[in-house]
C-alpha cells in the first residue's frame, strides 16, 4: 500500500475524470483553424507540398482531414494562415463534413442523418469488434488506451469484444489491404444486424498514404455504409471516445 501511495504522489492522478471537456496538450495536432484572407498562390503551394493529396481548392480553401496525415506542413508553410488546435472532437456522421474551410470552428455532425436504431438499440451499452485491415498498429494502440484505466470508455458501457456475434458493429482500422478484405467481409457478415460501421484513422477513411496502392482492395465500401468517421494519423483515443457518444447520442 505505501508503495502505491508513493507512486500516486509521484505521478499524480492519471484518470481522466470528465472524456468530454478534457483539455489536451497545445502539442497535439488536432482541428486545423483556416483564415479567411489566406491567398490563392499560398493555396496552391500548400496544394503541392501535402504528402497525402489532403488540400482541398474547389469552392474555396479546405483541409480534407479524412485524408490528412497531420504532418503539419501546410502550417509550417503558411504559420500565419493556417494553425492546428489541440480541439480532438474531429468525427462527423457524414465524409464530407470532414472538409475543413476557411473561418469553420468545429466539424459538424449530422443528428439528422443518424439511424433511429442506433440511438435505441445502442445508447446504453455498445460492443464493438475491431477490424486491423492492414493497419500499421497506431490506431490499434490508441483503441486499447481508450478502454484503460486513464479513458475508461467502459463507463459508459462502450467495450471491444473478441467475437463479432457478440458485436453491436465493427471498427475499421487501416486502409484494407487485399489479403484482408474477405476476412472483413466474413466479420462484417458475422455481425448480427443493426450493426454499425466505423471507420478509424486516415488510411480506413481514404485510404491514406497508400491509397493509389494496388495492394489494396476497398470494394467493401461500394455495398456498405458507413456510419461515423473518426480522423487521425493515429486517432486519439479522446477523439474516438467523443466520436462514439455524439452517435449514439450520450
Same mark, same amino acid.
Given at each position: 500500500?505505501?508503495?502505491?501511495?508513493?507512486?500516486?504522489?509521484?505521478?499524480?492522478?492519471?484518470?481522466?475524470?470528465?472524456?468530454?471537456? &478534457?483539455?489536451?496538450?497545445?502539442?497535439?495536432?488536432?482541428?486545423?483553424?483556416?483564415?479567411?484572407?489566406?491567398?490563392?498562390?499560398?493555396?496552391?503551394?500548400?496544394?503541392?507540398?501535402? =504528402?497525402?493529396?489532403?488540400?482541398?481548392?474547389?469552392?474555396?480553401?479546405?483541409?480534407?482531414?479524412?485524408?490528412?496525415?497531420?504532418?503539419?506542413?501546410?502550417?509550417?508553410?503558411?504559420?500565419?494562415?493556417?494553425?492546428?488546435? %489541440?480541439?480532438?472532437?474531429?468525427?462527423? %456522421?457524414?465524409? #464530407? %463534413?470532414?472538409?475543413?474551410?476557411?473561418?469553420?470552428?468545429?466539424?459538424?455532425?449530422? #443528428?439528422?442523418?443518424?439511424?433511429? #436504431?442506433?440511438?435505441?438499440?445502442?445508447?446504453?451499452?455498445?460492443?464493438?469488434?475491431?477490424?486491423? @485491415?492492414?493497419?500499421? $498498429?497506431?490506431?490499434?494502440?490508441?483503441?486499447? &488506451?481508450?478502454?484503460?484505466?486513464?479513458?475508461?470508455?467502459?463507463?459508459?458501457?462502450?467495450?471491444?469484444?473478441?467475437?463479432?456475434?457478440?458485436?453491436?458493429?465493427?471498427?475499421?482500422?487501416?486502409?484494407?489491404? #487485399? $489479403?484482408?478484405?474477405?476476412?472483413?467481409?466474413?466479420?462484417?457478415?458475422?455481425?448480427?444486424?443493426?450493426?454499425?460501421?466505423?471507420?478509424?484513422?486516415?488510411? @480506413?477513411?481514404?485510404?491514406?498514404?497508400?491509397?493509389?496502392? =494496388?495492394?489494396?482492395?476497398?470494394?467493401?465500401? $461500394?455495398?456498405? @455504409?458507413?456510419?461515423?468517421?473518426?480522423?487521425?494519423?493515429? &486517432?486519439? =483515443?479522446?477523439?474516438?471516445? %467523443?466520436?462514439?457518444? &455524439?452517435?449514439?447520442?450520450?
Amino acid at each position: 500500500m505505501i508503495k502505491e501511495m508513493k507512486i500516486l504522489k509521484r505521478h499524480g492522478i492519471q484518470f481522466v475524470p470528465d472524456l468530454k471537456e &478534457a483539455v489536451l496538450t497545445p502539442l497535439f495536432r488536432g482541428r486545423p483553424v483556416i483564415k479567411e484572407d489566406i491567398s490563392k498562390s499560398e493555396a496552391e503551394h500548400i496544394k503541392k507540398i501535402c =504528402p497525402s493529396d489532403a488540400i482541398v481548392t474547389e469552392g474555396g480553401f479546405g483541409i480534407d482531414l479524412g485524408k490528412c496525415v497531420f504532418c503539419k506542413e501546410c502550417q509550417f508553410a503558411c504559420p500565419d494562415k493556417i494553425k492546428f488546435t %489541440n480541439d480532438y472532437k474531429l468525427s462527423s %456522421n457524414k465524409r #464530407e %463534413n470532414l472538409v475543413v474551410r476557411k473561418g469553420y470552428k468545429e466539424i459538424k455532425f449530422d #443528428e439528422q442523418s443518424i439511424r433511429p #436504431e442506433i440511438r435505441k438499440l445502442f445508447k446504453n451499452s455498445l460492443k464493438l469488434r475491431q477490424i486491423s @485491415a492492414g493497419g500499421d $498498429n497506431s490506431c490499434e494502440f490508441e483503441l486499447n &488506451a481508450a478502454g484503460n484505466v486513464n479513458f475508461d470508455m467502459g463507463r459508459y458501457g462502450i467495450e471491444f469484444v473478441a467475437s463479432p456475434r457478440h458485436a453491436d458493429g465493427i471498427v475499421i482500422t487501416g486502409p484494407i489491404t #487485399e $489479403n484482408m478484405a474477405e476476412a472483413l467481409q466474413i466479420c462484417y457478415d458475422a455481425t448480427p444486424s443493426p450493426k454499425i460501421i466505423v471507420l478509424v484513422g486516415t488510411d @480506413a477513411i481514404s485510404g491514406g498514404m497508400f491509397k493509389d496502392s =494496388p495492394a489494396l482492395n476497398r470494394d467493401f465500401f $461500394n455495398n456498405h @455504409a458507413v456510419d461515423l468517421y473518426i480522423p487521425g494519423n493515429p &486517432a486519439h =483515443p479522446l477523439t474516438f471516445i %467523443n466520436a462514439i457518444l &455524439a452517435l449514439i447520442g450520450r
